[in-house]
């Protein structure tokens, strides 16, 4: 049987390239996501003000949520996630920046977790 019929999780790998306009006003959104968030203990609350006033990468990882992006799809639940973010030199126009290319015989609709 193939991982299609045998597993229901689903891996969905998605990448994004975001262009920053305006340092400032990323990292003001993420201090009032922080200050907003009230499960969130004071020491990591302190830690996580001073990451995102330092690094916009930072800021962007705070704001950025995979829950957010399925929590309302119907039929489904997220069991785990993970994202980082980071500072890149970005060219469009070079060939290693092609979304649409495959990135291995692995890279697969169908690839599943589990």
Same mark, same amino acid.
């Given at each position: 049987?193939?991982? $299609? ?6 891996? @969905? ?11 400032? +006003? ?8 922080? +200050? *907003?968030? #009230? ?6 609350? +302190? ?15 705070? @704001?950025?949520?995979?829950?957010? @992006?399925?929590?309302?799809?119907? &039929?489904?639940?997220? #069991? #785990? +996630? ?16 092609? @979304? ?7 890279? *697969? *609709? $169908?690839?599943?977790? &589990?």
């Amino acid at each position: 049987m193939s991982t $299609e019929e045998t597993s229901r999780f689903v891996r @969905l790998r998605v990448e994004l390239v975001l262009e920053v306009h305006d340092d400032d +006003a990323v990292a003001k959104a993420a201090l009032r996501r922080i +200050a *907003e968030d #009230q499960e969130l203990p004071e020491g990591e609350r +302190a830690h996580a003000e001073g990451a995102v006033t330092e690094d916009t990468a930072e800021a962007l990882a705070y @704001l950025v949520d995979p829950f957010d @992006l399925v929590g309302k799809v119907p &039929g489904v639940e997220l #069991q #785990q +996630a993970s994202w980082s973010s980071e500072r890149i030199d970005y060219d469009p126009d070079s060939p290693d920046w092609d @979304l649409d290319e495959d990135d291995g015989p692995d890279d *697969e *609709e $169908e690839d599943g977790i &589990g």
